[in-house]
């Protein structure tokens, strides 16, 4: 090979572009893991939102439990329009528990499907008060018994409640985020989540959910991602990237 054939073949690839796929390499797993770039994509997340945090309006860990029950399949902001009066009117577990179904599932309603959530957070209400002396439990062992909690939610509750990182957060905008980011190529939240957890330290777990998730909202959006105002621009080499 001449000189300039070394010389050429030894060019640097561009900051976005997408790493060559080394033998063996697993389909599943994101190659854009590598330690050094996901050092710098946590950094310009923490640049940009220092201040990350649960959207979701709460006093304690049942609310928190309760609102995020409610946010499934509907938006923060909806979910905060309808909890301050619910709260009032069931503002303990055993209040949810033994409530009027069809009263429920009307206070409930604006969040969609208020029938499957209704029958959710009245179980777990009833277990928290029959088996948890009517406090929410602080293990995911624990919280996933409760009806209508898997691990997103008891992510939430334990991060955003009792500050204990034993997974990471991952909802519709960490899903779709952690693809365009190339951090991880399943498309099963369960398997989502091990993957971040295997790249993330493990302090930065809650932090990450949070920054990502503002991110999505903010800037990174379904249809239609703000490239132009992104900082994780230079970083990312996504196929819908926009001008």
Same mark, same amino acid.
């Not at 509750?157 to 779709?176: E, K, M, P, S």
């Not at 990502?212 to 990312?236: F, M, Q, S, Y």
């Given at each position: 090979m001449s000189k300039k054939l070394k010389k050429k073949s030894a060019a640097k690839k561009p900051a976005g572009a997408r790493p060559a796929k080394r033998p063996g390499q697993a389909q599943a797993a994101g190659r854009g893991t590598d330690p050094a770039r996901v050092r710098a994509i946590l950094a310009r997340l923490e640049e940009a939102y220092p201040a990350a945090t649960c959207e979701l309006h709460h006093d304690n860990a049942f609310q928190l439990l309760i609102a995020t029950i409610l946010s499934a399949q509907c938006t923060d902001e909806r979910v905060n329009q309808v909890t301050p009066a619910l709260f009032r009117k069931y503002p303990k577990p055993e209040a949810f528990a033994y409530a009027n179904p069809q009263e429920l599932e009307q206070d409930i309603r604006p969040t969609g499907f208020f029938r499957n959530k209704t029958k959710s957070i009245m179980g777990a209400s009833k277990k928290i008060v029959a088996e948890f002396h009517g406090q929410v439990p602080k293990t995911m062992e624990q919280l996933l018994t409760l009806p209508?909690? @898997?691990?997103?939610? @008891?992510?939430?509750?334990?991060?955003?409640? +009792?500050?204990?990182? @034993?997974?990471?957060?991952?909802?519709?905008?960490?899903?779709?985020?952690a693809e365009r980011l190339d951090l991880s190529r399943n498309t099963d939240p369960k398997k989502v989540e091990q993957d971040l957890m295997a790249i993330l330290p %493990? %302090?930065? *777990?809650?932090? +990450?959910?949070?920054?990502?998730? *503002?991110?999505?909202?903010?800037?990174? @959006?379904?249809?239609?991602?703000?490239?132009? %105002?992104?900082?994780?621009?230079?970083?990312?080499?996504?196929?819908?990237k926009t001008n």
């Open positions: 209508g909690v @898997a691990r997103k939610t @008891a992510n939430v509750v334990l991060g955003n409640a +009792f500050g204990i990182a @034993a997974g990471v957060v991952v909802d519709t905008h960490v899903l779709r985020l %493990e %302090e930065k *777990w809650i932090a +990450f959910s949070h920054q990502l998730i *503002w991110h999505g909202r903010r800037v990174c @959006a379904a249809r239609k991602p703000k490239c132009t %105002e992104c900082n994780l621009d230079a970083l990312c080499y996504s196929k819908d």
